[in-house]
């Protein structure tokens, strides 16, 4: 079955650090991984998008990274903002996903802490 | 360009009522997709329509129906709500792109409905 696991469920930093979110999947075969950020009240919005031939992608202060070996994807954010606190959902397509080629995680709860 | 709307943002229905949520797209995408987000659970999706006049089940499409009113609109229907049912709706479009070599999906969500089911 597919599955895709986020990790940690839930994060808690101080602004100004970094932190790393991590993607694990099972999707097979594998199209494109993406990365959203969905505000409190929200909906997700797109961050990066990597298919299989890219291993680094960036958007700001985000960057995410993916290794289609291993099937493990990682999103990094430099020099967090409190605008960072929101959810970051990992989805990955793939022929193998639901009716619309997406498998999508339960997300990751990043807060920022002044 | 507005993107994609949604409304209404709220609702509270009693067990029983039937409701309509409306989903409309500026971008001329062919696709659109209604999913439900529910605590502890990624999005789930009910049904789509892969292009005007289409629609299909998704993974969770019982107590459900939809109608592709024109490429512009898609509406999700529920015709006696349960609490079941108490979640937030998205809706989204899709549009597909090239880069380079590769191709992808690219996939547009709206803000939302948070509704209840009492």
């Known amino acids: 079955k597919n599955q895709v696991e986020q990790s940690p469920q839930s994060l808690i930093i101080l602004e100004g650090k970094n932190c790393t979110l991590q993607?694990?999947?099972?999707?097979?075969?594998?199209?494109?991984l993406r990365w959203y950020k969905q505000d409190t009240g929200r909906g997700p919005v797109s961050l990066t998008i990597?298919?299989?031939?890219?291993n680094t992608k960036s958007n700001g202060r985000y960057t995410a990274t993916l290794d289609a070996d291993t099937k493990q994807s990682s999103l990094h954010i430099t020099a967090s903002q409190l605008s960072d606190s929101a959810s970051y959902i990992c989805v990955v397509s793939g022929s193998g996903g639901g009716a619309d080629g997406l498998t999508f995680g339960k997300g990751t709860h990043l807060i920022i802490q002044p | 360009n507005a993107g994609v709307t949604q409304t209404p943002k709220f609702q509270v229905l009693k067990t029983g009522q039937s409701m309509t949520l409306q989903c409309a797209q500026d971008?001329?995408?062919?696709?659109m997709y209604w999913y439900r987000q529910d605590p502890g659970m990624g999005l789930r999706l009910i049904y789509y329509?892969?292009?005007?006049?289409?629609?299909d089940k998704g993974e969770v499409p019982n107590g459900y129906n939809v109608s592709r009113l024109n490429k512009r609109e898609f509406s999700l229907r529920l015709e006696s709500a349960a609490p079941s049912q108490t979640s937030v709706y998205f809706c989204?479009?899709?549009?597909?792109?090239?880069?380079?070599?590769?191709?992808?999906?690219?996939?547009?969500f709206g803000p939302g409905t948070r509704l209840t089911v009492l």
């Open positions: 989204a479009s899709r549009v597909f792109r090239l880069a380079g070599k590769s191709s992808y999906n690219e996939q547009f």
């Open positions: 329509s892969a292009s005007e006049g289409t629609t």
């Open positions: 993607c694990n999947y099972t999707v097979s075969p594998f199209s494109n």
């Open positions: 990597m298919t299989f031939s890219e």
């Open positions: 971008m001329n995408h062919n696709s």
